[in-house]
């Protein structure tokens, strides 16, 4: 894995392009709007910035595809097989994309939540690697393995239940937050004020399962304080809340719980 | 506020006595069962535990009621005025509960979610104060001052809608995590895996608002993945990621939205 190439320019294409020219050489960055493809080449000290398929070098040692989720079908029929390595970098796209279309394939995933205004560091990011065949997996972990000291080989079934429960815990927990910073808002009160209590609720998370630091009403099934929190409450924040915290009290019977 | 009382012996009590006794004399520590009174009271260096409400000094300058939200009345019923200030810590509990049996009072809630497994500095935890008048304000906002650097006088209304918002951004967002545990537990993966995830999430939110910071499949409308995660759900995971991926996407019309 000593020359790859990079075909994005988006979140996820930046980050690994950062991560990997400091271990490999970066022999093109694709993007079908040659602007995008050459900030992020040019970002990253890479030489050679394309916006068309049919220039990509065909000695590359891998091709890393990381593009939208709903246009990765569309590089692959693009573009023959040269049987490199191929892979694409969605948590919810099956490996199977590629069946059909190359010899040697398989998926890297990072579990982040990758966005342009905060770079994020590889080195702990957990990736996760499927591919075709035990050769091309010791390859895929390989690579992954340049940039991120956390590489775990999964099956397809693993890596679906990797991405649902990836969605509740950073997309659902943010809406959580986003839900409060609406209330505090309308309150005349600072988001801010609520960021010790994220910061504690998740050092405990280093001590303990979530379901054992889970605290408040819920949990305590302290009915009063439940109904007067719902009397404030209308349209989906209402909903949701009554929702949660009946999925935590059915996790919590009242008898078997200390709190 | 040079000498004060606190009646309780929890979580709450717990972390007030450990702030508390660096700054002034503790001169009580009042529990129902006298061994949780002593063993608090040992650990902070206070010389007087005591089980019996009729023992309470008289001349301290504050008596900090930090006991189960249902038997702070009590508590308050028990005991005749004696001139001093008196401050429950509750978040959920209207300052009411004082009036008539208190001439000076106040609330004085440290909005953190407090466990005897993590003590927690209080410094920056933030403290919400309210109180019965302007110099009984002075004096709560006192008090807190000397353990936080963080502390806010506001109306019942606002603490009301902070305690509702706490529940949002800590009891909810960790039930996303269980959730996701679960998930995991029965796929024979880790949970440690998402925590970078999380982390990242989390840091996010000192750059910009949780409701821009948001990503995943119900920001971007991708409805073929969430009907992907539908399909593998159940029970209540099943209507909570329902209910959540409506909610996340009637905030962030598909046309409006750039991701």
Known sequence: MEQVVIIGSGNVATSLAHGLV??????QIYSRQLAHARRLADAVGCENAISDLSQLVQDADAYIIAVSDDVIADVIAAVPDNGALWVHTSGSKPIDLFAGHRSRYGVLWP???FSRELVVPLDDVHFFAEASDAAS??????????????????DSAQRRWLHVASVFSCN???HMWTLADEMLTEAGLPFDALKPLISTTIQKLDHMAPAQSQTGP????????????LAMLDGD???????ITQSIM???PKDGHAQ
């Open 111 to 113: 579990m982040q939540s």
């Open 137 to 154: 997996l010791k390859d895929v972990v390989g690579l992954g393995s340049m940039i991120s000291r956390h590489v775990v080989a999964v």
């Open 218 to 229: 819920a949990v305590r099934h302290d009915k009063e304080v439940i109904a007067s929190h």
């Open 172 to 174: 659902f927990a943010n």
């Open 22 to 27: 400091k271990h490999c050489r970066v022999m």
């Open 237 to 243: 924040k209402r909903d949701i809340y009554d929702m």
């Open 250 to 252: 059915n996790r919590n």
